[in-house]
């Protein structure tokens, strides 16, 4: 029920306690581990051309494809806090 969450579901009407601040704050850290590296190259990769349900469908346009790979590479080194 807050806006301001990353899972922000403007249909819902209790406030249930899973309000995610953080994921949306560096989207490319696909592993989670706090920088875009390596590793989360290697994880889109395992996922490229993935046509649903993708964690690593960047830009959500539905699939895991080269515009996904070009955002990642964008944010490469980027360190991520929330």
């Not at 249909?11 to 590296?37: H, M, Q, R």
């Not at 964690?55 to 929330?82: R, W």
């Amino acid at each position: 029920t807050d806006a301001t969450a990353c899972n922000y579901d403007a249909t819902a009407i209790i406030d249930d306690g899973t309000c995610d601040f953080d994921s949306c704050i560096c989207p490319e850290d696909l592993n989670g581990d706090g920088v875009v590296s390596v590793a989360d190259i290697l994880e889109l990769l395992g996922q490229f051309g993935c046509t649903s349900d993708c964690s690593a469908d960047l830009n959500d346009d539905g699939s895991t494809n080269v515009q996904d790979i070009l955002i990642l590479l964008a944010a490469f080194g980027t360190v991520c806090s929330g």
